[in-house]
């Protein structure tokens, strides 16, 4: 069973810096990506990072490029993802979402193509 658990939300004032962390375990096959997403209060999910296994390549959105960095310990059946996030702004204010997806090569920040998603954690950015 595939059980995917994010944890490292917090509240932080504007300018600051907060480190998420996804543990993601119960599967075995190659070429997995893990991906972060956020939504925030009457908006959709949104793709903020992925990382693909294959070779640690990485894709960003626009709005946190420079500003989010996504890294990862890769083991063959479970891995443990983060992702940096710094220069934090309000508009970054959202429940931060971790998800896995199998056989994805390159990673993809669109929420369809992963299929085992976390509870989420609450980020709260301050003015």
């Known amino acids: 069973e595939v059980q995917v658990a994010e944890s490292g939300g917090g509240l932080v004032q504007a300018g600051g810096s907060l480190r998420l962390s996804c543990a993601a375990s119960g599967f075995i096959y190659p070429g997995y990506a893990i991906g972060w997403f956020r939504q925030a209060p009457g908006k959709g999910r949104e793709g903020v990072a992925c990382i693909a296994s294959d070779d640690g390549s990485t894709d960003y959105a626009d709005s946190v490029k420079d500003r989010f960095t996504m890294s990862s310990d890769n083991g063959k059946t479970q891995t443990t993802t983060y992702l940096q996030m710094n220069n934090l702004k309000p508009e970054d204010t959202a429940v931060y979402y971790c998800?896995?997806?199998?056989?994805?090569?390159?990673?993809?920040?669109?929420?369809?193509?992963?299929?085992?998603w976390g509870q989420g954690t609450q980020v709260t950015v301050s003015t």
């Open positions: 998800a896995a997806s199998f056989h994805l090569y390159p990673c993809s920040i669109v929420p369809g193509h992963y299929g085992s």
